[in-house]
């Protein structure tokens, strides 16, 4: 099969994202108009008074105590930073991931890799762009980037920006470098995406021709090559940039700072404290997310089928590998069922997606806890010493502000090699 040139990578990606979308769309069978339009010709400028932010909760007194606190550690380490160690770097526009709800005055800062698509789909609800849905987990992930309830401020002013967050609550969630490097290599390089196996992983592989895919990156490639890029002053793919470039905090004042870590209680909390528990319905907090993931994972993995074969990767081996990703992730706990190159081939969509559902369906709290564990573990256990220290220096300021744990010997390497074997190479490849 003909391989496909760069300029076709980028269309691929396009489509890929414009399916997402329509997909989205007829699933969803929304005949609202999007709100779009009503923020076009609106300024984006908040017009009400800020609304007092309550860090007390009786539901969540635990939340509302490390709120506090991250707060207090964030404010205290951007008066102790060096004036070069200060302020925007460029590498994204001021407002470019900052996102606005008019009809709330409630801004948050979006980070990949720590929850901002979750938080898009919350701030449609809370912004009235969602009108039959009161679920996040519910919003398909298309719908949740046409901006509907919310505005980008990404051509908004620092000015505008400033005034903005002084009229509103303001929100950002982060995750520890370690974990959203893991996350990204994940998500972008072992999962089929040939997008990412074309740019950065042929980039990391050092594969001389355009047209090769870089499908073979092991996580201490990826993580030695992204440090680097880092160290060198390099404007990076938001799934792998640090967490302040985003949004930089020590410029902006945030009141929430939640954690990926707490993902679920910090949420459960803001909710909380903006009085938004009529309006954001969290039903099984796990479970939504589960059966979200494992449909984001099919979707994709069988509209890319044809752009996977062209990089010369069997779709048995794109299904092993989409299977092996959720198991890390703690969904599912089940050996891949499909025994021959012809099953995985003839599969559909609709038969993988049931056997990934009825693989979680057996699934409780504490073995995806302790699964995402091992799978984490064994990841940070393949990174040798020099290549913690290129991360630790590399991501100085996220642990440096979020009060994340350093040091090259905070990041246990202890995993038992003779239990299950997360990640692994397909049994078997076209080359």
């Given amino acids: 099969m003909k391989p496909f040139s760069r300029s076709k990578i980028l269309i691929f990606f396009i489509a890929m994202s414009t399916f997402l979308v329509i997909l989205s769309i007829n699933r969803t ?13 609106q300024r984006i400028v908040a017009v ?11 539901s969540f007194p635990e939340a509302a105590s490390r709120m506090q606190e991250r707060r207090r550690h964030l404010q205290k380490v951007c008066t102790t930073l060096k004036p070069k160690d200060k302020g925007y770097e460029g590498c994204y526009m001021p407002g470019e991931n900052l996102y ?17 698509t979750f938080w898009r789909r919350l701030l449609q609800i809370v912004g009235g762009g969602s009108t039959s849905e009161s679920n996040p987990s519910l919003i398909e992930i298309g719908i949740a980037y046409l901006e509907r309830g919310y505005v980008s401020l990404a051509k908004a002013s620092v000015d505008e920006i400033q005034t903005i967050f002084r009229n509103s609550t303001s929100i950002v969630f982060v995750r520890d470098p370690y974990a959203r490097l893991f996350s990204g290599w994940l998500d972008k390089l072992y999962n089929p995406n040939v ?30 090559h992204i440090s680097t890029l880092v160290l060198n002053g390099h404007c990076l793919d938001t799934h792998f940039s640090p967490n302040y ?12 700072v939640g954690f990926y870590e707490t993902f679920k209680e910090d949420t459960m909390y803001i909710i909380d404290a903006l009085n938004l528990t009529k309006e954001v319905t969290l039903n099984d907090f796990d479970r939504d997310a589960a059966r979200d993931a494992i449909n984001d994972a099919v979707d994709w993995v069988f509209y890319s089928k044809p752009y996977i074969h062209q990089c010369r990767v069997t779709f048995y081996c794109a299904l092993f590998k989409v299977w092996n990703r959720l198991q890390s992730r703690g969904y599912i706990d089940s050996p891949f069922p499909y025994l021959t190159f012809g099953e995985a081939q003839n599969a559909t969509a609709m038969d993988f997606k049931q056997k ?57 390497a202890r995993y038992d090699m003779h239990g299950h074997e997360y990640f692994q190479d397909c049994p078997s490849m076209e080359n």
Avoid at 29 to 41: E, I, Q
Avoid at 48 to 58: I, M, N, R, W
Wanted: aromatic share 14%; charged share 25%.
């Fill in 195 to 224: 997008y990412y196996w074309q740019t950065i992983g042929r980039t990391i592989k050092q594969y001389p021709s355009e047209t090769s895919c870089g499908f073979d990156v092991h996580f201490p490639e990826f993580v030695d």
């Fill in 100 to 116: 606005y709800v008019p009809s709330r005055n409630i801004v948050f800062c979006g980070i990949e890799k720590a929850g901002s």
């Fill in 245 to 256: 470039q985003h949004c930089d905090p020590c410029m902006y004042d945030f009141d929430f």
């Fill in 356 to 412: 990934l559902l009825q693989s979680s369906l057996t699934m409780t709290a504490k073995r995806t806890k302790k699964i995402r564990h091992q799978a984490y573990q064994q990841a940070i256990g393949g990174l040798t010493k020099t290549q913690k220290a290129k991360v630790e220096k590399a991501f100085r300021k996220d642990f440096l502000l979020f009060k994340y744990r350093s040091g090259i010997n905070s990041v246990s």
């Fill in 29 to 41: 069978s929304r005949t609202k108009k999007s709100l779009n339009a009503d923020f076009g010709h």
């Fill in 48 to 58: 009400a008074h800020k609304p007092v932010v309550k860090y007390s909760s009786v």
